[in-house]
Nanobody, 125 residues
């Protein structure tokens, strides 16, 4: 079973920034559409952003538009999520996932096939 690995989470004050990274050991992440998702305690997993395999197409949840930026470096087989102007409501476990069935962008977690274990992001003063 292919599995992704996230890193870069941590504790940050409101208004601060973090950059999450996602890699796929053992497979070429550059072939896949990749999404970032988050899940807060007691809430359903929600889509944050996604990016096509080429990086030419992206999508964002309304709640993060203008604050988060998704990007990828296929030479490094890594997908990033730059998070700026963080708010306490951004606190969640963040997951990256790869879509193996086709190259479409999709913001729903049911549209992805391979997942990481998640990284905790806590925004608090």
């Amino acid at each position: 079973q292919l599995q992704l690995v996230e890193s870069g989470g941590g504790l940050v004050q409101p208004g601060g920034s973090l950059r999450l990274s996602c890699v796929g050991p053992g497979f070429t992440l550059g072939y896949y559409t990749v999404g970032w998702f988050r899940q807060a305690p007691g809430k359903e997993r929600e889509g944050v952003s996604c990016i096509s395999n080429s990086g030419n197409s992206v999508n964002y949840a309304d709640s993060v538009k203008g604050r988060f930026t998704i990007s990828r470096d296929n030479a490094k087989d890594t997908v990033y999520l730059q998070m700026n102007s963080l708010k306490p409501e951004d606190t969640a476990v963040y997951y990256c996932a790869a879509r193996g069935r086709d190259g479409r962008l999709n913001m729903g977690p049911e549209g992805y096939d391979y997942w990481g274990q998640g990284t905790q992001v806590t925004v608090s003063s």
